[in-house]
C-alpha cells in the first residue's frame, strides 16, 4: 500500500513479532558465529517473523476493509444524505477529526448539513465525541471502532 502511495508510510512493524520472542531472538543472535549452522536458524527464524508480520498485517487490513463497508452502509442510514459516503471517507482518513478539517471531493455539505450529519451520527453512537466543544474549541470526533483495529494486539 506504500508503494501504490495508498499509505504515507510503511506500516509493517517487524519489531512486534521481535518483542513477543525476544528470548528466541536475542538467542539466535548470540548463536551466530559461534554454533554451527546459526545462520540458517537465523534466517529461518526471521522469515518466520516476516510472514508471521506479513499475516498480521492482512488480517488488519482485513479488518479495515469490512469495517469500512459496514460503517457505509451505517452512515447511510443515519444521515439519509448523498454526502455520507464521502463524510465516511473523510472520517476514516482522520479517525479523530474536527468538522472544519472534514475534506471533500466536489461538493461539499453546507455546515449546518454537515452539522446535522455528525450529530446523527452521535445519536446512533456511530461517532463519539473525543473532546467537547468549549469556547472558541471545536468539538473533536473519533470512531472508536477503527481505534480498536489499531489498537488491537492481534
Known sequence: ?????????????LSEYLEEHRD???????????VKNAWRYWTEFFLNAVSEQARRNIDKADAIL????DLKQRFIDATGSKYAVPLLDSVFELQYFQAGQLQWLGNAPSKPTLMTMLQALEGKKIIRVYRDATGRRPAIW????????FDADS
Open 1 to 13: 500500500m506504500f508503494e501504490q502511495g495508498l499509505l504515507s508510510q510503511p506500516t509493517f512493524y
Open 24 to 34: 528466541e531472538y536475542v538467542d539466535r543472535l548470540n548463536d551466530l558465529g559461534r
Open 66 to 69: 469490512a469495517l469500512y463497508e
Open 142 to 149: 473519533w470512531i472508536p471502532e477503527l481505534t480498536k483495529l
